[in-house]
């Protein structure tokens, strides 16, 4: 008889009774199917009454939840029950492929009938995972599977320690030389406790990155670089089966945790591979001395990356000549750096490191190249130039360039073209930096010295503009020696022998001694101004442009010197001299493009005597004692904190 008929059969008979009054259920599950539910039939009668018989369903089970913490995953899950609210009896838990959908075997943890809302399943392979939940009730009947769970990854490959901070630096330690030749940096440099950094001023290494001298950041470095450290200690552990050592030229290993009892030596080729896994991770642990042979290599392959090598070091660590190595070196110790050896990573040691013509980059693809336009030498009179170069690092990247103290920020433009400009400059040379960094951090640069010609401003000589000749004591004349403007001493000084005097003769008078303090005012601000050149030796041959120009020593000229304002009207020269200025016989000094004798000014912290026969321009401030030698001329002035002794001279205002 089937099911069905059994089913009529059932909804005809009469109650049962007994003595006690007690109620009787039959359960006759059969495969009635409404929908993709599962059935049973409840016949239940009281005393008295009639047979009554009705339907139930177990409801379909609700979507769980799963989360996963390391090879641990938990799934949650709400309570079904069946179509007369009453609960169901427990739960069925299923595990399947994320993306095929295929069953998977579950492990002890989660298997059997479940009586609670939650599962753990423990060692959980590595992939991705969906889960299921179906209702049972007693031990025969199930309602429908519920909708898988969203999927949730276990993942239990090594993900490398936490570097914090300290991923941003390409060199930290206690204190760091880079020696000539340059190095170049990717990153930033950072040295603490000490502040000791040496080799990366102006002209130096280059840095892509900030420098700091025990600063804020470079401490928090330190912390999380020693935090990473003792990570790589603790949670790392060393096997049997992953220990090794000796030379490991022509070794290859794979992604994993790597051990080496006594010091690392590699003195050829060794090679990371790994093995088609761009997240794969090795760890070497190293319990005393790191050091790699000249011209050896550590190669990356099979998707190996330099960010994922992390070599713990409990000793110092030494990179071997035009070396190769890849990844982030955690030395307890110094580190040195072989002459022109390449890094791939990072050297962050807690003793000193020492470079020499080192690159360091944080990946095996170059740095992008960066030019400025005009070269590595550049001429402009421009007091606010424009910076401009090219690059072939992506359009929308940064653009750092520094001159003079200013920091110019711009972005890559499409076509790969960059420009900035300077707040106002003096006349001087810069050194120009322009860096780029690419999505990985690593850095390029270019720089440039670039000459700045601008035209200071001219000397405010005021009320002593007027004089051509202007002393504190004697003034003495012989032979016949012409002033086209006035002469002047103040405030106790003497004029003798009677030279020719175009304006007036000042002598110990109000206006000589207003000439002589505003004289002093010129020298001091001739003096004060910031040179833009610096000079020394013979000035014979050599030209002069606008500008402020210095000397240490004695001013010496046996020739010729042109003073060239490349035809920009106003131009001006300030000759700043700290000692004796004393231009040979027959020597000159010229003007060129015009150039004007009364935009020239020499400012002179000595005496100064003139060849027999000489010319020269512009005004002289001198704190000392002036001889012009015989038949000398001076288009311009000559003032003087002491004696003034001319010799038939020709003095014009220029």
């Known amino acids: 008889m089937s099911h069905r008929h059994r089913a009529h059969r059932l909804r005809g008979r009469r109650p049962v009774r007994t003595r006690a009054r007690r109620v009787g259920v039959l359960f006759l599950a059969f495969s009635l199917t409404f929908g993709a539910s599962w059935a049973y039939w409840a016949t239940t009668s009281v005393p008295g009454g009639n047979g009554a018989s009705a339907a139930a369903t177990v409801d379909r089970g609700e979507r769980p939840v799963a989360s996963v913490n390391g090879s641990t995953i938990t799934v949650d899950w709400a309570a079904s029950t069946l179509s007369t609210d009453e609960p169901v009896d427990g739960y069925r838990i299923a595990r399947y492929e994320a993306t095929t959908h295929v069953a998977q075997t579950l492990l002890t943890s989660c298997t059997g009938t479940h009586t609670t809302l939650t599962c753990t399943e423990d060692l959980v392979p590595d992939g991705a995972w969906r889960y299921s939940v179906t209702p049972v009730y007693t031990t025969h009947w199930r309602g429908p599977e519920s909708p898988l769970s969203d999927p949730v990854v276990v993942n239990t490959a090594p993900t490398g320690p936490s570097l914090g901070s300290a991923a941003d630096f390409s060199i930290l330690g206690n204190a760091v030389t880079a020696t000539v030749p340059i190095s170049t940096i990717s990153g930033n440099v950072g040295t603490t406790p000490s502040t000791a950094l040496t080799g990366f001023a102006a002209g130096q290494s280059v840095v892509g990155g900030d420098i700091h001298a025990n600063d804020g950041a470079a401490t928090q470095a330190r912390v999380d670089r020693d935090l990473a450290y003792a990570d790589i200690l603790a949670n790392y552990p060393c096997t049997a089966d992953n220990a090794f050592s000796g030379d490991q030229i022509g070794v290859t290993f794979a992604p994993g945790v790597h051990c080496d009892a006594g010091a690392f030596g590699n003195t050829g080729d060794m090679t990371l591979d790994g093995g088609g896994d761009s997240n794969a991770i090795f760890i070497f642990k190293i319990d005393a001395a790191l050091n790699t042979g000249e011209g050896s290599n550590i190669i990356l392959t099979g998707g190996a990356k330099a960010s994922h090598v992390f070599w713990q070091v409990n000793g110092a660590a030494g990179l071997g000549a035009n070396s190769t190595f890849s990844g982030t070196i955690l030395a307890n110790g110094a580190s040195t750096l072989g002459a022109g050896a390449v890094l791939i ?38 007091p606010t130039p424009t910076i401009s170069g090219t690059t072939n690092a992506a359009p929308g990247r940064a653009v750092i360039v520094t001159i003079d103290g200013q920091t110019l920020n711009t972005t890559v433009q499409s076509g790969g073209t960059w420009s900035v400009t300077a707040s106002a400059v003096l006349a001087n040379t ?86 002589r303090t505003d004289f002093v005012s010129a020298y001091n601000d001739a003096a004060g101004r910031l040179s833009s050149s610096s000079f020394g030796g013979d000035q014979n041959g050599k030209t002069f442009r606008p500008g402020v120009h210095h000397t240490s020593a004695a001013f010496e000229l046996t020739g010729t010197l042109t003073l060239d304002a490349d035809g920009i009207a106003g131009s001006v020269f300030i000759i700043q001299v700290d000692a004796a200025m004393g231009p040979a016989a027959a020597s000159h000094v010229v003007l060129a493009n015009g150039a004007k004798a009364s935009n020239v000014y020499w400012q002179v912290n000595g005496a100064v005597s003139t060849g027999a026969g000489s010319t020269g321009v512009g005004t002289i401030l001198v704190d000392g004692d002036v001889t012009l030698g015989a038949g000398s001329a001076q288009a311009g002035r000559v003032m003087s904190t002491g004696i003034v002794t001319l010799s038939g001279n020709v003095i014009s205002t220029g």
């Open 430 to 515: 810069y050194d120009v930096m322009a860096k780029i960094r690419d999505a990985a951090g690593n850095a390029g640069f270019a720089m440039q010295s670039l000459t700045a010609e601008i035209s200071p401003d001219p000397v405010d000589l005021k009320t002593a503009a007027s004089y051509s000749v202007l002393g504190t004591a004697t003034v003495a004349n012989s032979g016949t020696t012409t002033l086209e403007g006035d002469l002047g001493v103040s405030p106790a000084g003497t004029v003798s022998g009677s030279p020719t005097v175009g304006g007036t003769t000042h002598l110990n008078d109000g206006p000589a001694a207003q000439a």
């Open 345 to 382: 990573g990072r050297d962050l040691a807690t003793g000193a490191i020492t470079m020499h013509n080192n690159t360091v980059r944080f990946t095996i693809a170059l740095a992008p190249v960066v030019t400025i336009n005009g070269g590595a030498t550049f001429l402009t009179k421009d």
